[in-house]
């Protein structure tokens, strides 16, 4: 029989953290004299004392490993749960959404998708846009653990690949998950420091640069600016570009660059089809815009470069007129959000590994039609890939487009039009919050879209951060039998 007493004891602590992260908004809102504190104050007891209750209640249970279900279980329960606290403030105080759009709200940032149904930023307490990009610096760090420790173990869309090698052979060993998370931790808050000074040193101000530094590198997106970054184009968009860039790389190689192996990050097959991948659509985007436009051609980079930046890497800052370009871009901009950035980061997407490996085994048949006599392996970085590993892959990229063309029905029979409709589940299924379509043109937004709509995006948001399969599996009557 299951037993569910681990599962909750862990789900209560970190709701114990979740109530630790409202007190530095509380704190903010309170220097500045706004009532809003209240609503942090009171949604901390809420969610503490919910944790502490769930935590203390369970803790004679909490000793020894997870099974997979457990596993499986615990990480539906962050990603469904969680946000039902982390939905209190944005109801309890301003904005006061209502529960549909505040566990919208909540979804978006922890699954650092950046989707936002809240406009009005700029007049919005300072302690609220911190939350939010909190929420995004949290779900980063979540995603992060999970994505280099549950996934691999969880055989989720052919994650089971990394699972030696994240842990043993990433060039030399390599310590156990608790070392590696603690190093990854330091890695994260570094790099989210340095892009905080950086924004800083080009005209932020303190809330914009500590929000922007958080969302970036978890590639949240969330803006304290209704916006982005139009206020801070130029140095700002480059910078962006940047640290949304550094945030979409596989955590694993920063802590072996601090463990004294910098080698490892280049010579990752991964990283370097990325980078190409980044500089065929920037470039061609680049060049299409300018030979199609009276714009000048490092205008035209700049706001391509970001843009397309913060697609790939499923962030959703955005700047310029950038949405409004249609044409050739739209198609690049689709196909690269599809694919998203590196497996082992807090991006989301397919992930460029996943893409490898299916052009990988394309290949393969192809030379099997030509040359049936000939057996060739499909390898990956001198590797070669197990039939296991493919099976799932080949399942989870399949599953990801029927996921896809599904909601996007479910979202037309909403009232959505089609392009709305399209964008919005490309956007939420691949946690880029990158809006495109004419509901998105007035805001910038997704409040215009009806209730029934925000929860199938939801759905979309929570299924492509659990990498689909995970909530497949949970709907099976054998999972819950054995």
């Not at 529960?99 to 302690?127: C, K, N, Q, R």
């Not at 996934?151 to 156990?176: H, I, N, S, Y």
């Not at 196909?335 to 460029?352: E, H, Q, T, W, Y």
């Amino acid at each position: 029989m299951l037993d569910f007493r681990p599962i909750s004891y862990v789900f209560g602590r970190i709701l114990i953290v979740l109530a630790i992260l409202m007190v530095a908004p509380a704190i903010v809102d309170w220097s500045a004299g706004d009532s809003n504190a209240w609503a942090f104050v009171v949604s901390a007891l809420v969610t503490g004392g919910g944790g502490g209750l769930v935590a203390l209640a369970t803790v004679n249970r909490a000793v020894g490993a997870f099974d997979i279900r457990q596993a499986y279980l615990l990480t539906a329960a962050i990603w469904f749960g969680l946000p039902v606290f982390a939905a209190l403030p944005f109801m309890l105080g301003v904005p006061h959404l209502n529960f549909t759009e505040a566990y919208f709200e909540a979804v978006s940032g922890l699954t650092t998708t950046g989707a936002t149904v809240i406009y009005g930023l700029d007049e919005m307490p300072a302690g609220m846009n911190l939350w939010r990009g909190l929420l995004n610096g949290a779900g980063g760090l979540g995603i992060a653990f999970v994505a280099m420790i549950f996934l691999p173990v969880m055989r989720v869309g052919g994650m089971q690949f990394f699972r030696t090698e994240g842990f043993d052979t990433f060039g030399k060993a390599l310590p156990r998950a608790t070392d590696i998370a603690r190093d990854l931790l330091g890695v994260y808050v570094g790099l989210i420091l340095i892009a905080g000074v950086t924004f800083a040193a080009i005209g932020m101000t303190a809330l914009d640069a500590t929000v922007h530094a958080i969302a970036a590198i978890a590639t949240g997106g969330f803006s304290p600016r209704d916006a982005s970054f139009n206020p801070y184009s130029g140095a700002g968009e480059y910078f962006g570009a940047l640290f949304m860039l550094l945030g979409s790389l596989p955590y694993i190689r920063y802590v072996q660059l601090v463990r004294g192996t910098p080698r490892a990050l280049w010579r990752d097959g991964q990283v370097r089809a990325y980078l190409k991948i980044l500089a065929v659509a920037v470039g061609s985007v680049t060049l299409w815009r300018w030979l199609t436009s009276d714009m000048d051609l490092e205008t035209v980079f700049r706001e391509s470069l970001f843009n397309l930046t913060s697609i790939i890497s499923s962030t959703g800052f955005f700047s310029g007129s950038f949405s409004l370009w249609g044409g050739f871009m739209l198609p690049v901009a689709f196909v690269i959000g599809m694919m998203g950035a590196c497996s082992g980061s807090s991006a989301a997407g397919l992930s460029v590994f996943r893409v490898q490996l299916i052009w990988a085994a394309l290949v393969q048949q192809i030379r099997l039609i030509v040359m049936p006599g000939r057996v060739v392996p499909v390898k990956y970085d001198g590797r070669t890939v197990e039939p296991d590993v493919m099976d799932a892959l080949i399942l989870y990229v399949g599953g990801f487009i029927l996921t896809l063309g599904v909601l996007t029905v479910a979202m037309t029979l909403t009232g959505v039009d089609a392009m709305s409709s399209l964008f919005a589940v490309w956007t939420c299924l691949g946690n880029i919050g990158y809006g495109f379509g004419p509901l998105v043109e007035r805001t910038g937004t997704f409040v215009d879209f009806p209730d029934i709509a925000k929860w199938v995006m939801t759905l979309a948001m929570i299924s492509g951060r659990l990498g689909l399969l995970a909530i497949f599996v949970l709907v099976l009557p054998r999972f819950w039998q054995r």
